[in-house]
């Protein structure tokens, strides 16, 4: 039944759609810092939109049949990453501030949202072990853009906690990176055996 509607057609379109819809809108959101951020940083500031981008890109491939594998191990890696963090994110918020605005229960459920799709396509992906390697490379030197170059996404009530933030976020890496491998290399060399 999933694995039906995963494969049809017009949900795909549907999918692409507010990917790519969620994606415009992530990098409008992100303006106002993007506009102070240095050039050589710039692509490495707007997180989720660009893990939104990679699985907007997957899709459009994988509409026509076709793969772009390291692409599909960006998008497994950075959308489980993104959105498990902006959950959390959004959450730490709630509890320090005691209320979120509306726009924060809207990315809870997104980002959550976009946890979920990176994973559910990870049996049509055709990710060999180099591709994990060159987006884990990608992810955590996108850590360090944010953590030791300080280009982290703004959350004005949590930059006290900036340090704690940014060994959360390593960790969250390597898990993301770990449950690509597991979701991908070996589970589909356990189904060949």
């Known amino acids: 039944m999933i694995k039906a509607i995963l494969l049809d057609r017009k949900f795909l379109v549907l999918l692409f759609i507010v990917n790519l819809l969620g994606t415009i809108y992530g990098y409008y959101w992100y303006k106002s810092q993007l506009v ?9 500031v ?6 939104s981008l990679f ?13 772009f594998p390291l692409v599909e191990a960006l998008a497994i890696i950075t959308l489980f ?10 959450l730490l918020t709630l509890v320090v501030n005691g209320s979120l605005p509306w726009e924060g229960y809207m990315l809870i459920a997104s980002h959550g949202a976009m946890a979920v799709q990176g994973l559910l396509y990870s049996p049509y992906y055709k990710i060999k072990p ?5 987006a ?45 491998y597991m979701l991908t290399i070996r589970n589909k060399n356990r189904a060949s055996l």
């Open 55 to 67: 699985f907007t890109i997957f899709l459009l491939f994988f509409l026509f049949r076709k793969h």
């Open 130 to 134: 180099i591709h994990i390697v060159v």
């Open 36 to 44: 102070v951020t240095p050039d050589i940083f710039l692509v490495f």
């Open 81 to 90: 990453k993104y959105g498990v963090w902006a959950v959390v994110m959004n």
């Open 136 to 180: 884990a490379v990608w992810t955590l030197h996108n850590d360090v853009i944010d953590y030791v170059f300080e280009m982290m996404p703004s959350y004005a009530s949590l930059s006290k906690y900036m340090n704690e933030i940014g060994y959360f976020t390593f960790w969250l890496s390597i898990l993301s990176v770990g449950i690509a």
């Open 46 to 51: 707007p997180d989720s939109p660009t893990a």
